[in-house]
């Protein structure tokens, strides 16, 4: 089942909508965050963010520009590089050690397994580090998350 693309613009006001896209896009979303970090606790908070952002960007939806995953995975991306960056500056995370205690056991587990599966993937990310970075973008929704047919039109400038 496909979200039809002008529901993407309602995702921050109607919460059906909202569901129909949560639902549609959480594997794809969770996929993303997995090939990029390795603590469970911390994949869980980032994929509530990028929902959260999206929420928030609904609006800057363009359906002649981007597909709806499309335009979540440019989302997930801005979200996973301002947590990265968050991290170099500050290592002392309060919220992320208060944010384990809402994992209950079996989800720390489907979060670990993601995350052990997508192992492969990581040590790809460090191959790719010496490219330049718009080719290293490219080179990582393409190759690896699979995103060869969708239009990107978002991608940074070298």
């Known amino acids: 089942m496909s979200t039809p693309e002008t529901d993407v613009g309602r995702i921050g006001e109607d919460p059906d909508a909202f569901e129909t896209f949560y639902r ?8 993303f965050v997995a090939r ?9 908070d980032l994929t509530a963010e990028v929902f ?16 709806p995953a499309a335009w979540l995975t440019g989302v997930a991306r801005n979200v996973v590089a301002t947590e990265f960056r ?10 992320r050690v208060a944010g384990r205690r809402l994992l209950d056991p079996d ?3 489907a ?7 997508a192992r492969e993937s990581r040590r790809l990310y460090d191959a790719l580090a010496s490219l330049p970075r718009r080719d290293r973008a490219l080179m990582e929704l393409v190759a690896v998350d699979g995103l060869a047919g ?4 978002w991608l940074p400038a070298s």
């Open 24 to 31: 549609e896009h959480l594997d794809l979303v969770q996929r």
């Open 36 to 44: 990029r970090v390795t603590d469970p606790h911390l994949a869980a």
């Open 52 to 67: 959260l952002a999206a929420i928030d960007a609904a609006s800057s939806y363009r359906a002649d520009r981007d597909t």
């Open 86 to 95: 968050r991290q170099k500056k500050d290592k002392e995370v309060v919220r």
């Open 107 to 109: 989800s720390l587990a």
């Open 111 to 117: 979060i670990e397994s993601r995350i052990d599966s």
């Open 150 to 153: 969708l239009r990107i039109a």
